[in-house]
């Protein structure tokens, strides 16, 4: 069952505002924004702050009507989420600095039509042009821009990124996404909670089991359902899997992308590797289907367990000798150090999670701040770095697979008897909400999951690592010369599809 | 012996080639063969992502690694349309990806061919109710075969290829 402490504050949107920068100065940061319109229940919409530091989640909830107060002026993280509503909600925030489309495009969308509001009549509007998007433009002698995307030359998701150039180095960087916007949170209104797992696994395939992870913990909170203890053990197993696999990937692009192929496509074989593990336990290369309400799809014998034994054993091998590479090698240090660098103020400022957070100094790691699962007997402590570059974010991935690998090995042999998964024929209380967070390896999964009077989802909320990433590449990339964008990009290695939705 | 010697010497491909891939290596030959006979010389592909969750691209980009090496059987995945053969679509084409996966097909110099990968591009999966989807990809495009999976595995991708070269040369 959900462990997260929330404590929940309702209040009128003004007095809030005012105490946000109190609630910064105690160390607490934002979380997400999730909006809902409620005008069924209470005749309201609502919008929810949630805040994190210090233990628990803090959850602000204030009415709006049509319009609600911006945070953004003292809270920058708040900014995307705003847009975010004033897109899909029309709800204005009021004071805000920036209030363009986000993912509703005015080349193919009438800007009046709010798919999220409960009273949104399904009538999509016509393939024309509604209106013009702006880019912020830079003016003087000598600059010039770069334009990139979306379509990009790789095996790549789709993304546009504008650089504003004078000679080498990058002046401005702007970033458009959610090309990929799918609507999500609107297809899984009206699902039951098991029709919604299959397609919340599909919002960012390559770590479909943490983002799982994070929908069950509301999900099942919802539900009442506490899954068994093997079932806790082996979701644990499977995720640092998943982490694991990630981030041999991750540092295989960064070799990559500064020319070292022959490290490169050795990693790249360890992640293929990996993948057929994957399919060995549950007959799927990513481990879609693996998780289910109240439990697993899959057990672990004793053939599958020395199987994930040499596997993480392998990794930390061949991880070691990428390691003292890296450290000893002067070209490759070149390439890494000081190179997009992000740093302490800029991450705090925009709220960062995951190894990009922790890179950056800041402790931020969901396992140890608001454990989920078993995550609170492991004894973890969170794995920093304070260079805020390229280096920092490469060598913090490694040395988490060994914390990864660590886990693992310490779960493997010591599973609990049990079942696998428990019934959950348990209908919902009516309009009972939860919030469910884990870690990915890009940072947290954070959902707002609300059941409706039906048993059904009334309203999902996601908020995926990438979403908050995203804006600290424009600071990153400052300064730094525009080849070095990829291995920057990389360096992060954000999702298009979990940020787009 | 430093790493990079390490790895020069003890080559992974040559662990992979014992490890008994037999039926990569049947498949990718015989695609070599039949696209020799069709083009001449290699086949280019392009792709494009109209909304996929990544599972798709990360299997195809999964072809470039030691266990497959699909360039060695003739198939290479290009930066430019303009030096394409085939595009392979993946995702459920969202209403923003619209626009800039036509213009990508429009800018393949003919004879071109469109092939999809997923089930996504096919039906528009879990997402094709929704309102910022219009796929699937058929309704814009003549497609020559739906590769299927979710994802499909590498392999299955390059027995696509091979019907794909087969369905070449029936016509
Ligand atoms: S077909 Fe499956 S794996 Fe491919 S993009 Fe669609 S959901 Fe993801």
Known sequence: ?501 | MSFLSKLLFKNKTQEIGAAGIGSILIKGEELKRSINGVFGRSLFVRLVDSGSCNACENELAALSNPYYDLERFGIKFVASPKHADVLIITGCVTRNMLNPMLKTYENIPSPKFVITAGDCPETGGPFKDSYSVCGPVSKYLNVALHINGCPPEPETIISGFLKFMDMLKAS
């Open chain 1, 1 to 501: 069952m959900n462990k997260i402490m929330l404590n929940k504050h309702n209040i009128g949107s003004s007095d809030f505002i005012n105490s946000a920068d109190n609630l910064k100065a105690s160390g607490k940061y934002l979380l997400g924004i999730a909006a809902s319109d409620e005008r069924t229940l209470n005749s309201k919409f609502n919008v929810k702050y949630f805040f994190g530091g210090g233990g628990g989640i803090e959850e602000y909830c204030v009415d709006a009507d049509e319009s609600f107060q911006s945070m953004s002026k003292i809270c920058p993280a708040a900014k995307m989420y705003e847009r975010e509503i004033y897109d899909l909600f029309g709800l204005l925030p009021s004071g805000h600095p920036d209030l363009r489309p986000l993912m509703l495009y005015p080349e193919n969308w009438d800007s009046s039509v709010h798919p999220l509001r409960k009273d949104y009549n399904n009538l999509i509007p016509d393939m024309k042009k509604y209106g013009e998007y702006k880019f912020k433009e830079i003016l003087g002698e000598g600059i010039f821009e770069v334009l990139v995307g979306p379509v990009h030359a790789g095996i790549i998701e789709p993304g546009h990124f504008r650089f504003s150039l004078a000679g080498e180095p990058v002046l401005q960087l702007e970033i458009r996404h959610f090309w990929k916007h799918r609507g999500i949170e609107k297809v899984c209104e009206g699902k039951d909670f098991k029709e919604t797992l299959d397609i919340i696994s599909k919002i960012s395939g390559d770590n479909n089991v943490n983002i799982a992870i994070g929908y069950l913990e509301a999900a099942e909170s919802i539900l009442n359902i506490q899954i068994t203890e093997r079932a806790e053990y082996i979701r644990v197993i499977l995720a640092e899997l998943e982490r694991i696999w990630n981030y041999v990937r991750d540092v295989a692009w960064i070799f990559m992308d500064i020319g070292f192929a022959l490290p490169a496509q050795n990693l790249f074989a360890l992640q293929e590797e990996f993948m057929r593990l994957n399919k060995n336990l549950s007959g799927h290369r990513f481990l879609f289907n693996s998780l289910t309400v109240g439990g697993v799809n899959l057990d672990l014998d004793s053939a599958k367990l020395k199987a994930i034994q040499e596997a993480v054993e392998k990794v930390e091998n061949i991880i070691k000798d990428c390691e003292e590479f890296i450290l000893n090698s002067s070209t490759v240090l070149d390439r890494l150090e000081f190179t997009g660098k992000i740093n302490h103020k800029t991450a705090e400022e925009l709220s960062l999670c995951g190894i990009s957070a922790r890179a950056s100094g800041l402790p931020r790691d969901s396992r140890i701040e608001f454990p989920y699962l078993i995550y609170d007997k492991l004894n973890l402590k969170p794995v920093l770095h304070d260079g805020g570059d390229v280096f920092a974010r490469t060598v913090l991935r490694i040395k988490e697979i060994y914390v990864s690998k660590k886990i693992i090995e310490g779960l493997l042999f010591n599973l609990p008897e049990g079942d696998i998964a428990v019934a959950c024929g348990n209908k919902p209380e009516a309009y009972k909400y939860a919030i469910g967070n884990s870690e990915t390896s890009r940072g947290n999964a954070f959902f707002y999951i609300m059941a409706d009077d039906n048993g059904k989802i009334f309203r999902l909320k996601y908020i995926d690592p990438s979403f908050r990433i995203w804006p600290s590449i424009q600071y990153g990339v400052l300064g730094n010369i525009i080849a070095d964008f990829p291995l920057i990009n990389k360096s992060l290695n954000l999702s298009y599809s979990g940020n787009d939705m």
